[in-house]
């Protein structure tokens, strides 16, 4: 069994950017103007253009219905790394699963970084 994630955008040229220019990952597929792919370490975030034609435009444009969590090695050096790119950036907070801090992206998506808890 396989799965595929994908974010629904109103202006894929601003996620492109915003995913391999300020997040650092690489674009691995491009269909036209209207579809894409990202490679995050293992897994590909398929991205998705909508326009007033699509049923979920209402739903994609309100923003902030996306939340994507990637577990790294070594939490500081990515929020280092991130904090100074021009993202939006949160400060570390511990949870009582693990450390973790996000990024909010150009639609108000969430992108989370976590460091597991080693206890």
């Not at 300020?22 to 293992?42: N, P, S, V």
């Not at 280092?80 to 973790?100: F, M, N, T, Y």
Request: charged residues 25%; proline residues 3%; glycine residues 8%.
């Amino acid at each position: 069994m396989s799965y595929i994630t994908q974010l629904r955008t109103t202006d894929l040229e601003q996620a492109l950017n915003f995913y391999t220019n300020t997040l650092g990952y690489k674009t691995a597929f491009r269909y036209e103007d209207f579809y894409a792919g990202i490679d995050i370490d293992d897994q590909v975030l398929h991205l998705k253009l909508v326009d007033e034609t699509d049923p979920s435009i209402e739903f994609v444009a309100q923003g902030d219905h996306f939340h994507l969590y990637i577990e790294v090695a070594d939490l500081e050096a990515r929020h280092e790394d991130l904090d100074g790119g021009g993202a939006h950036v949160s400060v570390i907070k511990v949870q009582p699963w693990g450390r973790e801090f996000v990024v909010i992206d150009p639609e108000g998506h969430r992108i989370y970084y976590a460091e597991k808890d080693s206890g």
